[in-house]
């Protein structure tokens, strides 16, 4: 069993979005997969965007109250998949969510375009409207309420951090010998394992 550094499987993670970052035909580099499960066990995935990661974990937002939001406040058991084909590389994650902190999710909140933030106030994710129009008119809605003034983050909206337990790197070959190395978790470090393809 060999023993892996800390931030070693962090440093990869950060080289290989930094290529997939160059390549124009990417159109959003940080799309990734997320998969949670419901009450009875169901998966559900979709994709998100990762807005931020370091050694602690790997930070998405959204309305909590969204399906996803329920799930994972219910099971924080979670699996991410980053997938760049034009350049044969993978990257799968299993790990467990918290919470961002308050000043995480305020400081992105107030990154965010007025029209996005506008946005997730008038949104009630998932849930089903009766056509657009009522979407629209929620949206005109939130507008005037914060006519001349910042917007606000909503108490319904935060975000996630996924706290790694495996990370495995998958990188495209002839014939279909890919390479595969899975770092698991350990009380210090990772543990490498090299796996068949």
């Known amino acids: 069993m060999t023993i892996i ?3 070693v499987p962090f440093d990869i993670f950060s080289e290989w979005l930094k290529k997939a970052t160059t390549k124009p035909e990417i159109i959003e580099p940080t799309a990734m997969c997320l998969s ?6 169901c998966p559900s995935s979709r994709m998100v965007l990762l807005k931020k990661f370091d050694e602690k974990g790997f930070c998405f937002f959204t309305n909590l109250t969204s399906r996803k939001g329920r799930e994972l406040n219910n099971n924080q058991n979670v699996a991410l998949c980053f997938y760049w084909g034009i350049l044969g590389m993978q990257i799968r994650i299993e790990g467990k969510v918290e919470n961002v902190t308050n000043k995480e999710a ?3 909140f107030a990154s965010r375009r007025r029209g996005s933030q506008i946005g997730a106030w008038a949104s009630k994710q998932s849930c089903e ?5 009522e979407f629209e008119n929620r949206i005109n809605e939130i507008e005037e309420n914060f006519f001349n003034q910042e917007v606000s983050r909503p108490p ?3 975000g996630f951090r996924v706290i790694p337990k495996k990370i495995e790197f998958w990188q495209e070959g002839d014939f279909r010998i890919h390479k595969r190395e899975l770092y698991t978790k350990q009380i210090k470090g990772w543990k490498l394992s090299k796996l068949y393809p």
């Open 129 to 133: 409207m009766e056509n657009w129009q």
């Open 106 to 108: 305020d400081d992105y």
């Open 36 to 41: 949670t499960v419901d009450e009875n066990n």
């Open 156 to 158: 319904f909206w935060s």
């Open 5 to 7: 550094d800390h931030k």
